[in-house]
């Protein structure tokens, strides 16, 4: 059974529809293999040969993947929740009660997409950490570090924009301070909170802005950020492994 | 040292290249500088526009000045909040005024406990008098005093667009 399901895998392989999309074909060569990783959009970004250490649980504890994991649950639920969501006053409360109480899953997703985004603060945080005690982050992996940085910043945003989308009185007072301590920023600061409300006070405007900049650009910025991140591991010379002491 | 050497060596290539081999030189460069010069124009440009696009021009935000209420809906020695409007209307000894009921610390909305005699803060527990003046929490500056004045239809009228420099009361 088992050798007539890899001989009918290979003969699909080796279809023309098939070698149009895979252009690798079949074949368990380095070469096929290599060219496999190589000519996938999805697989490029890495390196076609990996330290099978790398691949252990030790040396990341998978931290990395698993924020990458919470930040696709995310997108597949914020889009869900996008279906039954108009970003405007009142209507926004309302719609969030309508997904806890009326809407099919409704509360099952808005929960998922909730401590999903909890659980990518504290593993992006997580993933700093360990990066950082075990000296991942030295020469020549210093700029990934950067990128790091700025994806910790998008990621913080994301969560303070989602934040205010509820519309309800925690959402509504934190947004409040928060935007009062942009407004703490020298001399700009007043505009700084003009334009991130595009008003004086928390309202439609406000809640708009927060929107599509939690909907649109800060996803998009993630994902630009996520990609040069996952391509820098490969050109840095893959995930840092120390040397084994004791071979 | 080795700086010295290294540039001695490359300034006479670099500079045999123009005379003989590159005639139009200064034409090149020229649009080289155009073409970077209306880039940076083009940036300058796109970023001011972004800035006008983001700042709204008109606001559908709530009137600066507001109708507190008739004169005698307020009783002698007492805090009123309108929390609608972000406001304390006070009945004291000296006559009316009116505080920003808005925390001067981060802009959370101030409560008036009578028990205590006094106005506090939820969010991180400033606390003031009844002329606004702190007393205890982290906000920086005192709740403002709002002009106040009798509309001719008799109704108390507070401005919240300028606080008052020195404590003024109206005498009804």
């Known amino acids: 059974m088992a050798t007539t399901l890899k001989a009918e895998f290979d003969r699909l392989r080796n279809t023309s529809v098939w070698r149009t999309i895979f252009r690798s074909g079949s074949g368990s060569s380095n070469l096929h293999r290599s060219q496999a990783v190589q000519q996938n959009i999805f697989l490029h970004l890495f390196s076609v040969k990996v330290r099978s250490r790398a691949l252990e649980f030790k040396p990341t504890w998978y931290l990395g993947a698993l924020t990458l994991s919470t930040f696709f649950i995310l997108v597949a639920t914020g889009i869900l929740l996008m279906f039954y969501y108009h970003p405007s006053v009142p209507q926004a409360y309302a719609d969030m009660k309508d997904l806890q109480f009326v809407v099919a899953s409704g509360v099952f997703l808005r929960n998922l997409h909730r401590w999903s985004a909890h659980a990518m603060v504290f593993l992006v945080f997580a993933h700093m950490f360990k990066v950082f005690y075990r000296g991942a982050y030295r020469p020549p992996r210093q700029f990934n570090w950067v990128i790091g940085v700025f994806l910790l910043l998008v990621t913080l945003l994301l969560s303070y924009t989602g934040y205010l989308l509820p519309w309800d009185q925690l959402a509504f007072w934190a947004v409040t301070v928060g935007s009062n301590i942009a407004k703490a920023v020298p001399l700009v600061g007043q505009k700084i909170r003009f334009l991130m409300l595009g008003g004086n006070e928390v309202n439609a405007n406000a809640l708009l802005r927060f929107y599509v900049l939690h909907c649109v650009i800060l996803p998009l910025a993630a994902v630009l950020l996520v990609g040069v991140h996952f391509w820098r591991i490969r050109k840095d010379g893959g995930l840092y492994v120390p040397e084994k002491k004791n071979p | ?172």
């Open chain 2, 1 to 172: 040292m080795s700086d010295a050497k290294t540039e001695g060596q490359a300034n006479p290539a670099a500079g045999a290249v123009p005379e003989e081999e590159c005639k139009d030189c200064s034409r090149r460069e020229f649009f080289a500088r155009l073409g970077m010069g209306s880039l940076v124009v083009a940036g300058v440009g796109t970023g001011l526009f972004s800035y006008e696009f983001f700042s709204p021009n008109v606001l559908f935000e709530a009137s600066p000045i507001i109708r507190a209420g008739k004169p005698d809906q307020f009783a002698a020695n007492t805090v009123t909040l309108d929390p609608q409007s972000g406001i304390y209307l006070i009945n004291g000894p000296k006559g009316f005024y009116a505080l920003g009921a808005v925390c001067t610390h981060l802009g959370c909305l101030t409560a008036w406990k009578p028990e205590l005699d006094l106005i506090a803060c939820p969010c991180h527990g400033s606390r003031f008098n009844r002329d606004g003046v702190k007393v205890a929490g982290p906000a920086p500056q005192p709740l403002p005093w709002l002009k106040v004045w009798l509309s001719d239809d008799g109704y108390l009228m507070v401005d919240r667009s300028s606080p008052l420099k020195a404590q003024e009361f109206v005498k009804v």
